[in-house]
């Protein structure tokens, strides 16, 4: 479908086109190649025409920031991540919100615990008032868990990650789909039940996540390896750690 719209006359169509061929390059492992295609949309003749304080030149903005965050930070360079992602504001809509999750996620990974907190809760804030869907505020609040966890407030991250069930299991999609979005915060719920002293059940909830994730992999022909992977990893130290004990 993207090549097919190689034709495409519009500048803002043709930077919309080329956003999304350079986030398959992204899930195809192609991360230079998606870098390039991301920089090349921040200086198109859609970045430059686009209408200033037009409601598509902030989605063009932020969406090329986003993306040329992710990439960064699936290369490792959580550092040239956060610029990216600062590149733009956080305004009042739902673009804010996701533009807010990413930067707080890469803070959390940097251990910029504060700038994290400040920005999941913009994230959750702004995707509750301008309505994001139940599946996408779930991973939100997912992560708000994993920052609860680190921040040492166990009591806190499970009632996070309490809600992000609550959340998935609101849809839309059908069994497989919430299945796979409840494996998806199950596997990170664990590392929390982990610093709880709760090993069986992280063991139970990454077991059933990896089962999950391989099942949406060969219904859906999808790659899900590396959440297999991690979530192996996950199950790997919860045995460990329980035999510590």
């Not at 209408?51 to 930070?73: D, M, Q, Y």
């Not at 992602?85 to 673009?95: H, R, S």
Request: charge should be negative.
């Amino acid at each position: 479908l993207v090549s097919s719209e190689e034709g495409v006359d519009d500048p803002l169509l043709a930077a919309e086109r080329d956003l999304t061929a350079a986030s398959v390059m992204r899930w195809r492992g192609e991360l230079e190649r998606a870098a390039e295609l991301v920089a090349h949309v921040a200086s198109s003749e859609a970045a430059r025409s686009a209408p200033p304080g037009s409601l598509a030149e902030r989605a063009l903005r932020t969406n090329s920031a986003v993306w040329a965050g992710l990439i960064a930070k699936d290369s490792g360079d959580l550092t040239g991540s956060l610029g990216q992602l600062w590149a733009e504001g956080t305004g009042g809509d739902l673009l804010g919100a996701r533009l807010a999750f990413q930067r707080g996620d890469v803070a959390l990974r940097l251990g910029l615990l504060d700038t994290a907190q400040r920005e999941l809760d913009h994230a959750l804030e702004a995707a509750a008032t301008y309505g994001a869907l139940p599946r996408e505020r779930a991973r939100f609040a997912a992560r708000r868990g994993t920052l609860a966890r680190q921040l040492g407030d166990l009591a806190g991250a499970a009632e996070w990650f309490d809600l992000a069930r609550a959340l998935t299991e609101e849809g839309p999609g059908d069994k497989l789909d919430v299945a796979f979005g409840l494996a998806r915060v199950e596997d990170e719920a664990a590392m929390a039940a982990l610093a709880a002293g709760d090993h069986e059940a992280a063991i139970v909830s990454v077991t059933t996540a990896i089962a999950t994730f391989k099942e949406y992999q060969q219904r859906r022909d999808v790659d899900a390896s590396f959440r297999i992977a991690r979530a192996e990893v996950h199950l790997a130290t919860a045995y460990a750690l329980r035999g510590l004990n």
